[in-house]
């Protein structure tokens, strides 16, 4: 069996310099940020029900009957929880479309000005939807939709950019195991943003919001000042040129090549050109991309569970369980810690596999048991936790690598070395049909959960995972049966 490149050539990181952990770190945290901004407003739901409902539904504010009648949006919990949800559909609908636009904005304009500007915008307006609105005890449900419809714009731009400056600084030797424990960035901001919520969250859920947001903007203004996009920025050689000198001893670990051998390496998708161009692939170019399609609707159904798993834990442990509110944004954070142990083990054994569908297959398919798992969790506090944890590495972990390494390998493709600018365009699209489902799936949520309570989410949860795999199955019956084959030449030549 040939072993990939991480293996040949001694550590992975010694081929890394300050620059590339710099990098690595910049735009970790950075999206990290990010995430903590998105799960402030997950962590401070039941907070906000309270306040948005009137006095005789209302146990924990004493206020004058007169302010509660002129101020409540609604005249129950259950409307509030049912337009929470509406919110969170609100946000992932424009996020999805937002990130269709950011990643080819991101392929031509400096990345670095994109997400600067997308953290700070994005900081100002989670600071006027949940600080200004409460100081002035100013409610309106207009207000709130556009506040959040713009949110999700500018949030947009962080994941097609974060992603295509690590394409640009990482090449394909040992990415999975590099953008494995790298997209455990989303996990971190979501254990980020549940301490600081739950820290300030007894001054009012108000201050939760204003420090997720005072932090965002200074990691804006630190990413414009000292991230480098490329390594062509102070005069490094480009991952495509190191990769030049390298020996072809592995396929990509994504290609359009039915049969390995009759792989192709020097097709581009500008056939007739003798010069290559850093040019940017239309949007139709990188939807047409081999595996760009099968992966990105499976996104979408990955991605509506484990963005439901984010925005309604916190609030399903408080309503299912009577927790408080602060115990329950502690408690969810075992989800995260599953998600970033699977995304980087299962990133590292695709790596010697060098090929993810079978790794995402086996996880998925074992995803579905854990659903079931935890579904039937007691009443107890520890065993919840584990469970947690379990779901969170079998769910958390494919979602992290197919947004991450798998996107990168998508838009690194040998198909486009002519025309290499497709990282964010095609990390824009898997991402942003990802975020159509998760923005259906919310609304889905509340509604399955106001009607036929909680068991019958987790059903839907069962099926949207198993659509997952079912997306991805060609995939994964090519790639199991060229891992076969290698297996067998590797006998044969022993």
């Known amino acids: 069996m040939a072993w990939p490149n991480i293996f040949q050539r001694g550590t992975l990181f010694s081929r890394f310099s300050h620059h590339h952990v710099v990098v690595f770190l910049l735009t970790f945290f950075s999206y990290s940020l990010l995430h903590a901004s998105r799960k402030t407003f997950s962590n401070v739901k039941v907070s906000i029900s309270k306040q948005w409902t009137p006095s005789a539904f209302n146990k924990s504010i004493r206020l004058p009957v007169e302010i509660w009648n002129s101020n ?4 129950s919990a259950e409307e509030a929880t049912l337009f929470l949800g509406t919110l969170d559909t609100i946000f992932l609908f424009s996020y999805a479309v937002g990130l269709f636009i950011s990643g080819i904005v991101g392929d031509r304009l400096n990345l670095r000005w994109v997400l600067s500007f997308g953290m700070c915008s994005s900081a100002l307006v989670v600071f006027v939807f949940g600080t200004v609105t409460e100081w002035l005890h100013f409610y309106n449900k207009g207000l709130y939709c556009c506040l959040w419809i713009i949110n999700g714009l500018l949030q947009s731009t962080g994941w097609p950019c974060v992603v295509a400056v690590m394409g640009n600084w990482f090449g394909k030797a040992g990415r999975g195991v590099v953008f494995g424990l790298w997209s455990a960035c989303a996990s971190v ?10 820290s300030v ?11 997720t947001a005072a932090v965002q903007f200074a990691g804006g ?13 102070i005069g490094l050689p480009g991952i495509e040129a190191e990769e030049n000198f390298e020996e072809d001893s ?5 290609n359009g090549a039915e049969n390995e051998d009759e792989y192709e390496p020097n097709y581009s998708i500008q056939e007739g050109s003798t010069v290559t161009q850093v040019k940017a692939v239309s949007f139709y170019q990188a939807c047409c991309l081999p595996g760009v399609i099968p992966y990105s609707l499976a996104y979408a159904c990955l991605k509506l569970v484990n963005y439901s798993f984010f925005f309604w834990l916190p609030f399903y442990l408080t309503n299912n ?7 329950a944004d502690k408690l969810s954070i075992w989800y995260d810690v599953g998600g970033i142990i699977g995304g980087t083990l299962q990133g590292f054994i695709s790596d010697i596999l060098q090929k993810r569908a079978p790794v995402l297959a086996l996880s998925l398919l074992l995803a579905i048991g854990s659903l079931v798992g935890y579904s039937r969790s007691p009443n107890d506090k520890s065993i919840n936790a584990l469970l947690m944890a379990v779901t969170g590495f079998f769910i958390g972990g494919p979602s992290n690598m197919i947004s991450s390494a798998i996107s990168a390998d998508l838009g690194r493709q040998e198909l486009i070395q002519g025309s290499s600018e497709a990282l964010a365009t095609v990390t824009g699209i898997v991402d942003g049909t990802g975020s159509i489902g998760a923005a259906v799936g919310q609304y889905l949520v509340s509604l399955i959960q106001d009607n036929l309570g909680w068991m019958w989410v987790f059903y839907f949860f069962i099926l949207m995972t198993s659509c997952t795999i079912l997306f991805i199955s060609p995939l994964i019956v090519r790639e199991i ?14």
């Open 189 to 198: 901001g979501n254990i980020l943003g549940a301490c600081l919520a739950s």
């Open 481 to 494: 049966c060229y891992l076969m084959q290698r297996r067998q030449a590797h006998v044969l030549s022993e």
């Open 201 to 211: 969250l007894q001054y009012g859920y108000e201050y939760a919001f204003l420090v």
């Open 321 to 327: 369980f009577g927790w408080k509110e602060a115990e």
């Open 221 to 233: 203004i630190v990413i414009f000042f000292g991230l480098l996009v490329s390594p062509e920025e």
């Open 250 to 254: 592995h396929r990509p670990l994504i």
């Open 72 to 75: 409540h949006l609604f005249p």
